[in-house]
């Protein structure tokens, strides 16, 4: 399986920008679709992004779209969240997952994922 680690959450100014990265290790990691998902403070884990294993598909939620760019490099076995124009509303738990390579970019549920980091905090202030 593979194992998932989330870093670059800290506290932002609205307006700024912020690179989130998730780092995998355990298993081949173009073997899996990949995806951000976040959760604020009482709030359903909500999808903000995904991308397919080659990293030539993506989809990106309405509401950071725009905003936010998904990419990943297969070779350093790494995913990224670039998050720029952030707003109160970004604060969240940012977590990236894992699902099966068969699943599309497009995946939103979080039960097509199974495997998750442990989160990283974003703190977006005025």
């Known amino acids: 399986q593979v194992q998932l680690v989330e870093t670059g959450g800290r506290l932002v100014q609205a307006g700024g920008s912020l690179r989130l990265s998730c780092a995998a290790s355990?298993?081949?990691?173009?073997?899996?679709?990949m995806a951000w998902f976040r959760q604020s403070a009482g709030k359903e884990r909500e999808f903000v992004a995904g991308?397919?294993?080659?990293?030539?598909?993506?989809y990106i939620a309405s509401s950071v779209k725009g905003r936010f760019t998904i990419y990943r490099i297969n070779a350093e076995n790494t995913l990224f969240l670039q998050m720029n124009s952030l707003k109160l509303e970004d604060t969240a738990v940012y977590y990236c997952?894992?699902?099966?390579?068969?699943?599309?970019?497009?995946?939103?549920?979080?039960?097509?994922?199974?495997?998750w980091g442990q989160g990283t905090q974003v703190t977006v202030y005025s």
């Open positions: 997952a894992a699902g099966p390579k068969s699943i599309p970019a497009t995946s939103q549920n979080k039960e097509s994922y199974d495997r």
């Open positions: 355990g298993r081949t990691f173009r073997d899996y679709t």
């Open positions: 991308i397919n294993w080659y990293g030539d598909d993506k």
